[in-house]
């Protein structure tokens, strides 16, 4: 909807159906190279549709959950379709901020789409939103500063290294490296030195995130909260978070190869300035490493000795709100992003960031333009993407589980006992999750 | 006092009044209105004074409203203290005092958020100001991330940030009083101490109590650098109650929970300023009838 | 204190000061010049190259301009002279009406007045959004610059001043026969010019970095703020810190140049005006 005083909107409605059949669709997300790429969807979806105009609004990344929450608290009728981060879809439906997709775009949607990304659009039963795209992590590693240390880089892709989907396969299932083995590795290179003398061993790239730090209780099998979502007990505080939990808080306290603060993107500036022997990033900053001087690597996902795979995924969904007067035109441009061969044809091509569409997962397997690197971590990704990935735990109190989680783990690395910090955590999403379900 | 010529009332105050209802007054009470409500199962629902009663019992709520006492106790003396003595300083006539008083200047144009950004870099184990400590053999001290520092840290932050635009509201005070005063007491043999404590201080009562009110108001609200730095840790040591609201409201999505400690804040904010409007302003020599 | 000691120990305190103030902001200004992957080079760990712009570049300048950064930094400047211009006159006006005048109520409303800034502004962001909204100033200049006209801290300021200003003065002009409004533009206007500009200094700053609602108020972006503007220097992935930097530095110039003309009425000062009792 065009900005209009609340009073006229009505009006302006009744004329706008009457006089001439334009519909104006908003969608309010993140600036920058997705604001691109959804640009360049949009302007397909108008060619086609002469009485559909598709108009983007913008926040800068920092800013846009609160704001965009202040929006569609507001039931703000001017936004059509909000850009939704997977796991705040469980709290946007409970507070009725956004609408659930009809059965026919569900049913169309987990026939095209990879479960887990069905499943964390998916809140009390009913599809809520639709997946962009998806995400990926994997092992960074600098070969020189590695092999300077007497240590053995993994194996991995590498400049110049051709990967067919076997190979890739027989990589990501049996030549995945430990969190053991980084941290051997990690004490070799950093000494007692690290990040004065000598570079820092490793570091992950969001510094205490649940998205980021999930698969290390998940690698020891255990979730994060119970299937009911109503408590983090015996989860978070289990016996598989703690061993977890410890091996983080060692990283930084017993064997101190581990920054304890890093900024957003710090990581990998680190990383390209030969600081940082290992990283576990996104696949985001591939490109951003394959320019620098840096000899590097992409290793698989760590796992524990004695646990199985497990990888961050999840992205950007796109909904479309309850406030929005023109529902069925938002679901359909919604459908025709998400869903359509054109829609997410462009959209890959744009951004360039994992598909949540078999199609295009199954494209990137078998078109050989994916062998050579680096577009073979695309490849490594997509694998990921179907065998090892878990999605974070639906549940309204998402937010309170973030930031307890993300508490707990800063206060572990700045020295409080792992017990200590995980049973607070768990007491604030009990109680968290005891409010927001009140009946 | 003057009778008061109705028209030129109405003429001079409804811009202001008028301003201040429609874009203050009225939302703060739609605000205070929403701290009666809380959202039950996706629905919007009345509980009255439910919100209160919750935080009487919430331990997270108690331990952040020591923490705001302690941060506000600290960093308010310590910023009119030093805003005074920079507007001191400021207004001495001395060579090269030009190029000083610019660099005074310095940190009002920077924004907070860049200015936090940059500290961080300062004060990292591995930043800046340890690696000066480290050259006299000093440190590393974890400034951000030890309970013992972190607070200070982040009072020293908005300390740099705050103390040059307090400076200028001091330095216009200064120039209120008139300088034949402070003459006449050098003439008659006054040291330069007396004469800051029985003179400039006493006339520079309101302006003082302008500033103390101002600074105090905006220690009470400040979070940014909480947000940005400290998420409120390590172990709670600098979760301020308005960033335990920021959460509440815009990141939990609960917005009657963090109304309602949005009102305890200002309660609280209000006897302290009760407090100091009854300390600092009987004093201007008001004229007998 | 021998006079020379106290100068020695007044530059020292001085010097001190300015270290403190400069040195932070030295490395921010050197770092706007380096190309973006070398800014934390000589950080982690921290060696004193790090206070040289080695390597150098101005591709970050180049950047910000680029990006459209001078009509980002014109907005602003309009946005915060109209809302310094009309504050002025706003809040001086009614400071002036609590400052000499009684009217039933007073005490109340002032304190009212007093207490409307006590609020965080995130407290009522939402509430005045749907107020804004429905007076249809959304995407306008109106929706920046009105509701951050009339101040209770900037009426507070010149009430205070007000009430210091010697009721004689008033009651002279009274008894030439001036009006109200020309005593306070010929008799309490020039006294309270170090007033004027603190007050003018805080609702431009207040512009200067105002970024929530910004964001909220001009949702179509097409007419963007400093803050709003910087905000897009971190995106998901990345942060332009070089560029950062550099329009941290310009931000930070501008109010300083515009401070630097009016010193003279602060400075001359002691010397000079001021309120005789």
């Known amino acids: ?87 705040v879809v469980a709290a946007y439906a409970a507070n009725g901020y956004i609408q659930p997709f009809d059965a026919a775009v569900a049913d169309e949607a987990k026939a095209k789409l990879v479960a887990p990304s069905v499943t964390a659009g998916t809140y009390d039963g009913k599809l809520y939103s639709l997946p962009m795209n998806s995400s990926a992590q994997v092992l960074y590693y600098n070969v020189d500063l590695l092999k300077a240390a007497g240590v053995t880089p993994p194996n991995g892709l590498t400049k110049g290294s ?184 462009i959209w890959f091509d744009k951004l360039n960031q994992l598909p949540t569409t078999n199609r295009l997962l199954d494209k990137i397997n078998a078109d050989n333009s994916f062998d050579a690197f680096p577009a073979s971590v695309m490849r490594l990704s997509a694998w990921e993407s179907r065998n090892t990935a878990v999605a974070r735990p639906v549940t309204v109190a998402f937010s309170q589980l973030q930031d307890a989680f993300r508490t707990a783990f800063t206060d572990i690395a700045n020295g409080v006992a792992v017990d200590e910090a995980l049973a607070t955590a768990v007491d604030s999403y009990d109680q968290a999750a005891k409010r927001l379900n009140r009946k | 006092m003057n009778r008061s010529p109705i028209k030129l009332l109405v003429l001079t105050l409804a811009p202001a009044l008028l301003g201040l209802a429609v874009f203050r007054a009225y939302p703060i009470g739609l605000a205070l209105y929403e701290s009666l409500y809380t959202t039950i199962g996706g629905e919007r629902a009345f509980i009255g004074l439910g919100n209160y009663l919750d935080l009487l019992t919430d331990a997270g709520f108690w331990k952040s409203l020591r923490v705001t006492l302690w941060f506000n106790l600290i960093i308010n003396p310590l910023q009119v203290a030093l805003a005074l003595a ?96 402070g003459e006449a007491a050098r003439l008659e043999g006054a040291s330069p101490w007396q004469r800051l404590w029985l003179i400039t201080l006493p006339l520079l009562r309101p302006t003082l109590l302008f500033v103390l009110v101002a600074d105090v108001t905006i220690n009470f609200l400040l979070f940014a650098p909480v947000f940005m730095l400290t998420g409120g840790g390590p172990r709670g040591s600098t979760n301020v109650l308005m960033y335990e609201a920021y959460k509440s409201g815009f990141v939990f999505g609960d917005m009657g929970r963090a109304m309602a400690i949005v009102v305890c804040l200002v309660a609280l904010l209000l006897v302290i300023v009760g407090i100091q409007f009854r300390l600092l302003s009987s004093a201007p020599p008001k004229e007998t009838p | 204190m021998p006079p020379v000691l106290r100068k020695a120990v007044l530059y020292l ?16 200004i050197l770092s706007s010049f380096r190309p973006n992957d070398a800014i934390f080079r000589d950080l982690f760990p921290f060696t004193p190259r790090a206070l040289w712009p080695e390597p150098f570049t101005l591709d970050a300048y180049v950047a910000i301009f680029e990006r459209g950064f001078g009509a980002i930094i014109a907005n602003t400047l309009l946005v915060a002279a109209l809302t310094t211009a009309l504050g002025l006159v706003v809040n001086a006006l009614a400071g002036f009406a609590f400052a000499l005048f009684d009217f039933p109520g007073k005490s109340t409303v002032l304190g009212i007045v007093v207490v409307s800034f006590m609020l965080p502004f995130e407290a009522i962001a939402m509430p005045l959004y ?77 512009q200067w970095e105002a970024f929530l609602w910004p964001l909220l108020a001009m949702p179509a972006q097409q007419f963007k703020v400093i803050q709003v503007g910087m905000a897009a220097f971190q995106d998901q992935y990345t942060t332009a810190w070089n560029q950062l930097f550099g329009a941290a530095v310009i931000t930070a110039l501008i109010p300083m140049l515009l401070l630097i003309p009016l010193q003279r009425y602060y400075v001359q000062g002691l010397a000079g005006s001021g309120i005789k009792g």
């Open chain 2, 86 to 181: 920079l507007a001191l300083m400021f207004v001495q006539k001395l060579p090269g005092m030009a190029v000083f008083r610019l660099l005074f200047l310095i940190p009002i144009g920077i924004s907070l958020p860049v200015a936090v950004i940059i500290w961080r870099i300062v004060l990292l184990p591995e930043g800046f100001l340890n690696g000066v400590l480290g050259g006299v053999g000093l440190g590393p001290y974890r400034f951000l991330t030890s309970p013992d520092f972190a607070l200070y840290s982040i009072i020293a932050i908005a300390t740099w940030k705050g103390v040059s635009y307090w400076m200028i509201f001091l330095v216009g005070g200064l120039q209120n009083i008139p300088p034949e005063i």
């Open chain 3, 130 to 206: 749907t107020v804004v909204s429905q007076l249809g100033w959304i995407d306008h200049v109106a929706a920046l610059v009105v509701p951050s006209v009339a101040n209770g801290l900037a009426v507070f300021l010149f009430y205070q001043f007000f009430q210091q200003v010697p009721k004689d003065y008033s009651e002279a002009a009274r008894l030439e026969g001036a009006g109200w409004l020309r005593i306070l533009w010929s008799v309490y206007v020039p006294l309270s010019l170090p007033t004027c500009i603190s007050a003018g200094l805080m609702l431009f700053i207040f």
């Open chain 1, 162 to 345: 051709v990967a067919n989907p076997d190979a890739i396969a027989t990589l990501a299932s049996t030549d995945r490296w430990t969190f053991e083995q980084i941290a051997e590795a990690a004490k070799a290179v950093s000494g007692s030195e690290g990040g004065k003398a000598k570079p820092w061993g490793f570091a992950f790239e969001q510094f205490a995130e649940l998205y980021q730090l999930q698969p290390l209780g998940g690698s020891l099998g255990s979730d994060l909260i119970s299937a009911d979502a109503m408590t983090a007990d015996s989860y978070l505080n289990g016996e598989a978070w703690t061993k977890a939990a410890t091996w983080w808080s060692d990283l930084f306290n017993s064997w101190n190869v581990s920054p304890r603060s890093l900024g957003f993107g710090e990581a990998a500036q680190m990383f390209t300035n030969g600081q940082l022997a290992m990283f576990v990033g996104g696949t985001w900053n591939v490109a951003a490493v394959a320019q620098s001087s840096i000899n590097f690597g992409i290793a698989p996902h760590p796992k524990f000795a004695d646990g199985k795979a497990a990888t961050p995924t999840g992205s950007w969904y796109l909904s479309v709100t309850k406030a929005s007067p023109d529902a069925a035109a938002a679901t359909d441009f919604a459908h025709y992003a998400a869903l359509s061969d054109q829609g997410t044809d």
């Open chain 1, 1 to 87: 909807m065009t900005r209009l005083p609340i009073l006229t909107t009505a009006l302006a409605i009744g004329l706008a159906t009457t006089a001439h059949a334009q519909t104006t669709l908003t969608i309010l997300m993140i600036e920058g190279l997705d604001k691109g790429a959804m640009e360049a969807v949009a302007a397909q979806y108008m060619q086609d549709r002469a009485d559909v105009k598709v108009e983007i609004q913008s926040l800068p990344w920092n800013q846009f959950f609160q704001v965009s929450e202040m929006r569609l608290k507001s039931g703000d009728a001017a936004v059509d379709l909000i850009y939704t981060d997977a796991p």
């Open chain 3, 13 to 28: 305190c001085l010097v001190a000061a300015a270290i403190i103030f400069v040195l932070p902001l030295w490395w921010a």
